[in-house]
């Protein structure tokens, strides 16, 4: 049995992150050898948690590769120097932004982009890369696996969506996309809020990205995503002009040539069945940024509990936390 690589990315939810890759090892552990585990400059004792003996004893076969950031990056597009989307190639840009580039203080290392550690790194064919705060119910390696079956231009498969943002949603949706019907002949380019009737879209006026398989639980195929990232000087977890996290990257692959699929609409399956995402009534960007004056809160020995009734497993205390 071939098995895969995951990569999730941490951020001052440690006991989170654990559950999540507790319950994707009770439900795929077998199809799984190595775990990447990217920090984002936590700061709380997460990486001390993630190295401890007994939550990597817990997690044997499984490797555990944990790497903390050079510095924080956050929810903004990171600047690499030696790769640069398409649209950032003007002079004008460069001449404007060269600081972001060039200067000590801006560009970062590429391993700091989300799941691009993982993805320069592993050795497997295929590369699972998820958030922390996924609860897996299901096997939900093995659906995605079967989406790739048989065709080597497949390079992404996961939920297609984000339709929540997207202005051609009136008169579109996931299952007319992977049955071929496209909303726009500029699609995955979407309308942006300037645009008056979506029916008359017109790139050139004003446009976003929007459209994207969602992240938060998705596949690639190493080598077609490689080879998009190389094309295309843009990376699958960055932050992009117009776009969110991957949406960019997805036009690329699209423009590229390259095939995606939604594996749920291909077999007539609920999300539900095999993953809740933000299970624990929030999402992960609510706590991050506080949003609400608040109301968002991460609530750290609800899951230290569960994980103690669900796994028999006490969480290690670790000093900061």
């Not at 199809?31 to 401890?52: F, P, Q, R, T, W």
């Not at 924080?72 to 972001?100: C, F, T």
């Not at 050795?123 to 080597?152: C, I, R």
């Not at 909303?183 to 300037?194: A, H, R």
Request: proline content about 4%.
């Amino acid at each position: 049995m071939k098995k895969i690589d995951a990569a999730i990315n941490s951020y001052k939810k440690p006991e989170s992150l654990i559950y999540t890759l507790m319950t994707l090892k009770k439900t795929s552990g077998e199809l799984i050898d190595k775990v990447y585990i990217n920090d984002d400059c936590s700061g709380n004792g997460a990486i001390e948690l993630y190295n401890h003996p007994a939550v990597r004893e817990y997690f044997k076969p499984w490797t555990l590769d944990v790497r903390e950031n050079t510095r924080n990056v956050g929810i903004k597009e990171v600047y690499v120097p030696d790769a640069k989307p398409k649209y950032e190639r003007s002079l004008w840009y460069m001449l404007s932004h060269w600081k972001r580039f060039y200067g000590k203080n801006y560009p970062h290392n590429r391993s700091d982009i989300r799941y691009q550690y993982a993805l320069d790194n592993t050795d497997k064919d295929y590369l699972m890369m998820m958030h922390d705060d996924v609860k897996y119910v299901k096997d939900t390696v093995s659906l995605y696996l079967s989406a790739f079956e048989g065709n080597d231009k497949m390079a992404l498969v996961g939920e297609l969506g984000q339709c929540w943002r997207c202005r051609f949603a009136e008169i579109c949706n996931p299952k007319k996309i992977m049955q071929g019907e496209k909303p726009s002949p500029f699609w995955p380019l979407t309308p942006s809020l300037k645009t008056k009737d979506v029916h008359q879209f017109n790139p050139k006026e004003a446009f976003s990205r929007e459209c994207r398989i969602n992240e938060w639980v998705s596949m690639v195929n190493v080598k077609n995503a490689r080879e998009i990232t190389q094309r295309s000087g843009s990376f699958f977890g960055n932050m992009y002009k117009y776009a969110d996290t991957a949406a960019y990257w997805f036009g690329m692959l699209v423009e590229e040539g390259y095939d995606f699929a939604d594996p749920f609409i291909l077999n007539n399956k609920e999300v539900k069945e095999y993953y809740h995402h933000a299970w624990q009534g929030h999402s992960g960007h609510s706590v991050w940024v506080n949003q609400g004056a608040g109301q968002s809160k991460y609530n750290a020995q609800e899951i230290i509990d569960l994980i103690k009734q669900e796994f028999g497993f006490d969480l290690p205390k670790i000093q900061g936390k």
